[in-house]
């Protein structure tokens, strides 16, 4: 069965440094998402990607967040300069389309960040 | 504004016991409905959708049902197993949106006991 994959599954980081999480869609879908889950909170949104451009952004994907999609396959977030409150799950997520029919979000298994 | 509203828990069951998990959500126009469980350690799957007012939403013996009336999505199980401990997250996608961004309610946990 297709699925989204995420590396790595976990990233330790010095607060400042740069990271760049992956993401593999599933091949056939248009439609990318990265959310983040700080511990025991809910699940927030942080941006969309359709045809090569952001769709939409949330007040959390401020400047120092960027996503790319570099070869047709993945579907990278890069944080410029971390900070300890990045510390989060990550998810990519992808979908067929945005209508009712094949709206649905297939998510990866989540890359944990710990920022230090 | 859009959001999604989940009862807190975490929820205490034993095995075989019925479950509801109730989730009630904001919303203009007319959102499609979910229903995502994470097990534990793992990434969020789907469980359940509904995308109109009345369609009931079905999974591995779930159930939902939008009921635009109440602005509910409440998850039922009948007979709950250990193997369902999970914390399930109600969300839903705005109407209006085109770019098919989903917001989530803030989970509930469920520990379901032998």
């Known amino acids: 069965e297709p699925e989204v994959t995420q590396t790595p599954s976990h990233q330790v980081t010095q607060m400042g440094q740069e990271v760049i999480l992956r993401c593999v869609p599933i091949?056939?879908?248009?439609?990318f998402y990265w959310y983040r889950q700080i511990l025991g909170q809910k699940v927030e949104f942080l941006v969309s990607?359709?045809?090569?451009?952001?769709?939409?952004k949330s007040e959390i994907f401020d400047d120092q967040f960027s996503v790319e999609r570099p070869d047709g396959s993945n579907f990278t977030l890069k944080i410029r300069s971390t900070k300890l409150e990045d510390s989060a799950m990550y998810f990519c997520?992808?979908?067929?389309?945005?209508?009712?029919?094949?709206?649905?979000?297939?998510f990866g298994q989540g890359t944990r960040l710990t920022v230090v | 504004g859009n959001s999604v509203t989940q009862m807190e828990g975490p929820v205490t069951l034993s095995e075989e016991a019925f479950l509801t998990i109730n989730c009630t959500y904001t919303?203009?126009?007319?959102?499609?409905l979910f229903w995502y469980v994470q097990y534990p350690g793992e990434g969020l799957q789907l469980l359940l959708k509904?995308?109109?007012?009345?369609d009931k939403g079905s999974n591995k013996g779930f159930e939902a049902t939008y009921r635009k009336e109440t602005t509910s999505f409440h998850l039922e199980k009948g007979s709950v197993q250990v193997s369902d401990s999970a914390v399930y997250f109600c969300?839903?996608?705005?109407?209006?949106?085109?770019?098919?961004?989903?917001?989530f309610g803030q989970g509930t946990t469920l520990q379901v006991k032998p």
């Open positions: 091949s056939n879908h248009l439609y």
């Open positions: 969300a839903l996608r705005p109407g209006s949106s085109n770019t098919g961004k989903l917001i």
């Open positions: 919303a203009t126009g007319y959102p499609s």
């Open positions: 997520a992808s979908s067929e389309g945005v209508n009712r029919i094949n709206t649905e979000a297939f």
């Open positions: 509904a995308t109109k007012a009345d």
């Open positions: 990607f359709y045809n090569n451009e952001i769709s939409e």
